[in-house]
């Protein structure tokens, strides 16, 4: 309609005042004007002069003359407001109800990817609720830009190896007897960061003892009998030590085997796991490269840096003095790496906020040596989660564990569901299913409903309430659609083209039109946010309809039809957007 209504403007401009313009600025009507979309007369001024209510009035009868959909206009200074016809709204939403995956674009054959990087754990604790939210933005983000158009490919680079990890090998070496995942009954990741825990424990047991002893809080957390072990450790483990690799391998095993059970709780998945065993080596010949063209330089005890002072950031360690690599080493080497092994347009990293500068400096290296596709580098940053009981500390055992937080999502949604008694005639298994649906689609709309730039304070209760923009309120509008489809028993599916429509039903439509321009708009800026909110919007438009008009109860057949054809998409819509947020939806609730 934009499109033709561009076109009919110009050649308005062009038949009454003899110019030809360059552009037509459009916007929503007001909700206290009458009309449906708005030309802003004030950006013709640079082509015509005179009044801007003058020339509105006379642009609009000549679209009112021209247009066939165009049904009536005002003029309100200088915005010119048109109403469009009812007939081209029904058309509009015929094709609407008729395109499956409405919203949703194919990529194309020769379609470069798109990466997206997200979770990225250390194998020494399980994880958490910081972790969530990462797992679902990344998960969400990535499902956003597949339904944009584009290839996508889903990672995680594993932090499998350094010091915190020798950390919780060395404390189950101490104090394990030989448990397993088997012997305790516990997730192979929860017993690994028990040590985790433990180790930090008697860390500060023999940093107190050293203390007493008369070293300074410097001298002890260096000289701590525990930590200078676990660093030997991993001198061994870098030597390829036979009997450290093997624990090493043994215990990594227990933590994968639990995320994946996390992960599949979570609803997430990956297409190609990195491991940093694997990575921490890569980027050591870039850095080599770089130092011969000159974009890095070597300072005197051996250690090699590059200077971004003139591009307002400071100078950057690449390699340390004994030759070794930092973490920008390896994620030169990990990012080049990526684009080797997939025709890849765009990297998509998931990682929190307090990185940013890391990023920064990352995107400028790799475009100084010359990467072209360094540009299409982004960094999805994201603010901390935090909890009404205060901030988290995984080594002192304080997290919010991820496991945990999901069961007490499911109970939270058990308690309130049988306090609403309306569970009659479900099985058990089928209540336990439900509780979970509605726990979880609670905790990830609460947490994907906000900017991911946003710090968010997380409330359980509050994000399972079944009214208000929660995923639960929108879940039971779902199901109530539902419900209305399995009563609707005539043939709906004929077309209707000449009805007047209500203002519920306009609204509602004009929502639904909406739809693939909110994907696009969500893939582009990243953003869960963007769809979370769109379907708030869409299922208070049709709660609106739903409260005003009859549907299966009108008497006029048409009306019982469009409505109901109006029911049976907005639930598509709610389905899609909710599986592109990674929530289910109950048929019944």
Not at 352 to 367: A, M, P, R, S, T
Request: with cysteine; hydrophobic share 40%.
């Amino acid at each position: 309609m934009q499109q033709q209504l561009e076109i009919a403007v110009k050649k308005a401009f062009q038949e009454i005042y003899s110019v030809t313009i360059d552009t037509v600025e459009f916007q929503v009507t007001r909700k206290e004007f009458e009309g449906d979309i708005t030309i802003v007369v004030f950006a013709f001024l640079r082509f015509v002069k005179g009044n801007p209510v003058e020339i509105g009035n006379k642009i609009g009868t000549y679209l009112k003359d021209n247009v066939e959909e165009i049904a009536d206009f005002n003029v309100v200074k200088g915005f010119l407001n048109l109403v469009i016809s009812d007939s081209f709204f029904v058309n509009s939403f015929q094709s609407i109800y008729e395109t499956e995956n409405f919203g949703i674009v194919q990529p194309a054959e020769n379609e470069k990817a798109v990466m997206v990087e997200y979770s990225s754990p250390n194998t020494n604790k399980p994880l958490h609720l910081g972790h969530i939210r990462n797992n679902l933005l990344g998960y969400s983000v990535a499902e956003i830009i597949k339904a944009s158009g584009r290839k996508v490919y889903k990672t995680q680079i594993i932090n499998d190896r350094g010091i915190h990890i020798c950390k919780s090998m060395l404390a189950w070496q101490r104090f394990g007897n030989g448990e397993t995942p088997e012997s305790t009954g516990l997730k192979g990741d929860k017993l690994v960061g028990n040590y985790y825990v433990a180790f930090d424990k008697a860390y500060k047991e023999e940093i107190k003892q050293l203390i007493a002893e008369g070293k300074t809080e410097e001298e002890a957390k260096k000289q701590a009998p525990i930590l200078v072990e676990a660093q030997q450790m991993l001198l061994k483990w870098e030597a390829g030590d036979e009997a450290i690799v093997s624990l090493w391998k043994t215990m990594n095993e227990w933590v994968y085997a639990g995320f994946n059970e996390t992960y599949k709780a979570l609803g997430v998945d990956f297409d190609k796991n990195y491991y940093e065993s694997n990575t921490y080596l890569l980027g050591k010949d870039v850095v080599a490269e770089g130092l011969a063209k000159g974009v890095f330089y070597k300072k005197e005890d051996g250690s090699v840096w590059i200077d971004l002072t003139e591009d307002g950031l400071d100078e950057k360690i690449v390699l340390r003095s004994d030759g070794t690599a930092v973490y920008m080493t390896q994620d030169i080497g990990t990012a080049i790496e990526r684009f080797k092994d997939f025709d890849l347009d765009e990297l998509v990293y998931t990682v929190g906020n307090e990185q940013d500068y890391h990023f920064k400096v990352l995107f400028l290296i790799l475009e100084k040596l010359g990467f072209s596709w360094a540009k299409n580098c982004y960094h999805l940053s994201y603010g901390m989660v935090d909890l009404p009981s205060g901030k988290m500390k995984s080594r002192e055992g304080t997290v919010v564990d991820a496991d945990d937080l999901m069961f007490e999502m499911t109970n939270t949604a058990r308690e309130i569901s049988q306090e609403l008694g309306k569970l009659e005639g479900y099985s058990n298994e089928e209540k336990e299913t439900l509780y979970n649906t509605i726990g979880l689609g609670a905790l990830k709309y609460y947490i994907l409903k906000v900017d991911p730039k946003k710090r968010i304070l997380f409330d359980p209760e509050e994000s399972v309430d079944f009214a208000g923009n929660t995923g639960p309120f929108i879940q039971y509008t779902y199901a109530r659609i539902q419900s209305i489809l399995r009563k609707a028993d005539f043939d709906y599916s004929s077309s209707i083209s000449t009805i007047a429509l209500h203002e519920k039903e306009r609204s509602l439509i004009k929502q639904l039109q909406l739809f693939p321009e909110v994907i696009q708009n969500a893939a582009k800026n990243h953003s869960p946010a963007l769809i979370a909110n769109y379907t708030y919007d869409l299922v208070k438009e049709y709660n609106s309809l739903y409260q005003t008009l009859p549907i299966l109860g009108c008497d006029n057949e048409n009306e019982k039809i469009i409505r109901t054809k109006l029911s049976k998409k907005v639930s598509e819509v709610i389905k899609t957007a909710f599986g592109l947020l990674g929530i289910d939806v109950p048929e019944r609730m």
